[in-house]
Nanobody, 115 residues
Framework: QVQLVESGGGLVQPGGSLRLSCAAS????????MGWYRQAPGKQRDLVAQ???????NYDASVAGRFTISRENAKNTLYLQMDSLKPEDTAVYYC?????????WGQGTQVTVSS
């Protein structure tokens, strides 16, 4: 069982930066593929970025070059560094952990990009 808790969301101006964190507990963090999804009101939940157990990463085209996903296995923590934020990045961001048939979700953290 994995429990995930996101933090770091908030209000930021366009062009600003924010770093999200996801603290994981209850299992061996390093085995899991970790990811960030986001969902804006009235829209589907979309994958933003993911990082595999070997450190390889995958980004949605909308955030590539602006966001950086990373993991610190020793601290069981996932990060999403968000730079050059745009209003369209506004959403609830969710942390995920998956391995084989196992999948876990955090409760989400709100990111609002507005002047």
């Amino acid at each position: 069982q994995v429990q995930l808790v996101e933090s770091g969301g908030g209000l930021v101006q366009p062009g600003g930066s924010l770093r999200l964190s996801c603290a994981a507990s209850g299992t061996i963090f390093r085995l899991y593929t970790m990811g960030w999804y986001r969902q804006a009101p009235g829209k589907q939940r979309d994958l933003v970025a993911q990082i595999f157990s070997d450190g390889n990463t995958n980004y949605d085209a909308s955030v590539a070059g602006r966001f950086t996903i990373s993991r610190e296995n020793a601290k069981n923590t996932l990060y999403l560094q968000m730079d050059s934020l745009k209003p369209e990045d506004t959403a609830v961001y969710y942390c995920t952990a998956t391995w084989a048939t196992r999948a876990y979700w955090g409760q989400g953290t709100q990111v609002t990009v507005s002047s």
